[in-house]
């Protein structure tokens, strides 16, 4: 099981040799994503992918996604961003809202943050309940349960982020006229919250990491390594999920 344990790096890794193994393990999603998408090899349709992104603020998601999906063709991937939900999509039940964007059979979806709201702001705010958000653990766990069923391969990131490494980052931001936009008063208030959050985050990693929807908890203290991590494992679990389901991988050679 995935725990938080340290935001450094395991090894340090250069500039050189972050973008050799950046640039690697992109081309080698870009012939992974043709294959899913009939492309390649036999030309037909591969399972869905969904790659789920949580993490603290500031802790690099945007440039992980980036870097994901910079070799694909746009036309070919959906990357959607979630917020507070509206005031319609509170009178839902609070899974309904991302049906709408997750993948089919060929398609590969990016979710930067997802249902895992319910148990991270909306338990440490007071926006759900205590027997709403106790619950929505095991109904996440059979949801995703029911989308691996079907097929969907399910990777799910969090982001990890030392608490004087964010702070770095928030007053660069800060400083930054291009950047500042970026960081809200919400922003600076949920730091001071991050015990609690730590707290919603170790229930959320124990509760719903399963075996077919591992969760990833990536050291994002340095952004060249973490971006590479999260490239690398899509490529890996991708492989080792075709493999096992019998696909010929040399398809995408």
Known sequence: MSRLGS???????????????????????LRLRLLLGGQLGNHEIGPPLCVVFEGWDASGKGGAIKRLVAPLDPRHVRVAQFAAPTYDEKRHHFLQRFWAVL???????????????????????????????RRAYDEIVEFERTLVAEGTILIKFWMHVSPGEQLRRFRDRAGDPLRSWKLTDED???????????????????????????WRVVPGDDKRYARV?????????????LSRRGY???DAD
């Open 7 to 29: 935001a450094a790096p395991p090894a340090e890794l250069s500039k050189k040799d972050a973008l050799a193994r950046l640039e690697a393990a992109q081309q080698r999603l």
């Open 229 to 241: 991590a999260v490239v690398e494992h899509v490529c890996a679990v991708v492989e080792k999920e």
């Open 103 to 133: 993948p089919g059979w060929g398609g590969m979806a990016v979710l930067d943050r997802s249902w895992y709201g319910r148990v991270l702001v909306e338990r440490v705010e007071g926006f759900a309940t205590e027997e709403q958000w």
């Open 188 to 214: 600076w208030r949920n730091r001071e919250r991050r015990t609690d959050y730590e707290a919603a985050v170790t229930d959320m990693i124990k509760r719903t990491d399963q075996a077919r929807a591992r």
């Open 248 to 250: 010929h991988l040399a």
